[in-house]
T-cell receptor, first 109, second 115 residues
């Protein structure tokens, strides 16, 4: 069993649609991070959420940390082809990252 | 300001051979970590180097070893290669400090194929 379970594993949508991906765990975390990895690249940090119930927005991306700090979600509004990539949640302990399995998103024009 | 650079970008090795991958961290960073990312999966932590010593290690066998040099660059060595070692190997650099304010930066990775 992975520490972080991400769902769905794959998502293929049309440009303009909205979507939500999830990161769940039975453990409580002091913070949680979201990364995006594009083909041929390494992961890039999008956001760190720290407080239970916290909501952070990054343009069309909205990140939420669960009240109990066990789960998080990423919502994308009006998805664009440039949003295509692998979305990873991770916990950071002493600069050691533990990643979930990722959600692979494809946005078709 | 150069980011994290890795070499080579792609390589093919035969089972049983040895491989060395190289990483230069982002300017000003002193901590280097290595991750293995199998196709379709999230990256898995191999080990972390700081002050030229291995500080943390993930669940990887002793065939995986590393080194950090005085200029903070690092090498990952894998001996007795297995088919299952085929993966993208990512180098990550950061400052030694911990906490949400410390951003970890990744290189583009080295694709290793074992045949």
């Amino acid at each position: 069993t992975q520490l972080l379970e991400q769902s769905p594993q794959f998502l293929s949508i049309q440009e303009g649609e909205n979507l939500t991906v999830y990161c769940n765990s039975s453990s409580v975390f002091s913070s949680l991070q979201w990364y995006r990895q594009e083909p041929g690249e390494g992961p890039v940090l999008l956001v760190t959420v720290v407080t239970g119930g916290e909501v952070k927005k990054l343009k069309r991306l909205t990140f939420q940390f669960g009240d109990a700090r066990k789960d998080s979600s990423l919502h994308i509004t009006a998805a664009q082809p440039g949003d295509t990539g692998l979305y990873l949640c991770a916990v950071n302990a002493g600069n050691m990252l533990t990643f979930g399995g990722g959600t692979r998103l494809m946005v078709k024009p | 300001d150069a980011g994290v650079t890795q070499s080579p970008t792609h390589l093919i090795k035969t089972r049983g051979q040895q491989v060395t991958l190289r990483c230069s961290p982002k300017s000003g960073h002193d901590t280097v970590s290595w991750y293995q990312q199998a196709l379709g999966q999230g990256p898995q932590f191999i080990f972390q180097y700081y002050e030229e010593e291995e500080r943390q290690r993930g669940n990887f066998p002793d065939r995986f070893s590393g080194h950090q040099f005085p200029n903070y660059s690092s090498e990952l060595n894998v001996n007795a290669l297995l088919l299952g070692d085929s993966a993208l190997y990512l180098c990550a650099s950061s400052l030694r400090m911990t906490g949400p304010g410390n951003t970890i930066y990744f290189g583009e990775g080295s694709w290793l194929t074992v045949v």
